[in-house]
T-cell receptor, first 114, second 111 residues
Framework: DADVTQTPRNRITKTGKRIMLECSQTKGHDRMYWYRQDPGLGLRLIYYSFDVKDINKGEISDGYSVSRQAQAKFSLSLESAIPNQTALYFC?????????????FGPGTRLTVL | RKEVEQDPGPFNVPEGATVAFNCTYSNSASQSFFWYRQDCRKEPKLLMSVYSSGNEDGRFTAQLNRASQYISLLIRDSKLSDSATYLCVVTGGTGRRALTFGSGTRLQVQP
């Protein structure tokens, strides 16, 4: 079984709909992240959480919200989806290392907003 | 200016060739540096960390130049399976030790 799972893997929705993307991990890591990837722009950080009670905005948090339901679960919500939120979304986990965190990514969710 | 900049490529090289990618970063306070590999439509995976003294892992060599704020990745004896996008990653982008990703350099190794 994969250590970091994301559901759904693909989703097509309409403008204005509320969407939730879910991420679960069995790695026992404290830190979890949500990124989006767009062609030519690389991965951009949406939100991150260093433990269950710690939620932080990333560089592109507008239009998104998150919930850290447990150490192993971190969900991303789009309250009212818009077409420019069409992207590939990745969840990642890590644990703190003095030399820098290694991040482990889920397989991604391809979201299309019509 | 982007925080992490890479030449998007593609770099088209024959099997067996040596190829090098560079990456520049703007935040002089960045502490940690990595190369990730991403295959088409797949998730990024850590290729190697980059240390100040330089480090090697088989056919891959990574170097860091803090004074000039750039990181390099050298791949020797390229294989077809090396075809992928290589992402340069540094810490210190947004808040505590979050990572900032470059947009990637695409490598295509040809038979």
């Amino acid at each position: 079984d994969a250590d970091v799972t994301q559901t759904p893997r693909n989703r097509i929705t309409k403008t204005g709909k509320r969407i939730m993307l879910e991420c679960s991990q069995t790695k026992g890591h404290d830190r979890m992240y949500w990124y989006r990837q767009d062609p030519g722009l690389g991965l951009r950080l949406i939100y991150y959480s260093f433990d269950v009670k710690d939620i932080n905005k990333g560089e592109i948090s507008d239009g998104y919200s998150v919930s850290r339901q447990a150490q192993a679960k971190f969900s991303l919500s789009l309250e009212s989806a818009i077409p420019n939120q069409t992207a590939l979304y990745f969840c990642a986990t890590s644990f703190a290392l003095a030399g820098g965190d290694t991040q482990y990514f889920g397989p991604g969710t391809r979201l299309t907003v019509l | 200016r982007k925080e992490v900049e890479q030449d998007p490529g593609p770099f088209n090289v024959p099997e067996g060739a040596t190829v090098a990618f560079n990456c520049t970063y703007s935040n002089s306070a960045s502490q940690s540096f990595f190369w990730y590999r991403q295959d088409c439509r797949k998730e990024p995976k850590l290729l190697m960390s980059v240390y100040s003294s330089g480090n090697e892992d088989g056919r891959f060599t990574a170097q860091l130049n803090r004074a000039s704020q750039y990181i390099s990745l050298l791949i020797r004896d390229s294989k077809l399976s090396d075809s992928a996008t290589y992402l340069c990653v540094v810490t210190g982008g947004t808040g505590r030790r979050a990572l900032t990703f470059g947009s990637g350099t695409r490598l295509q190794v040809q038979p």
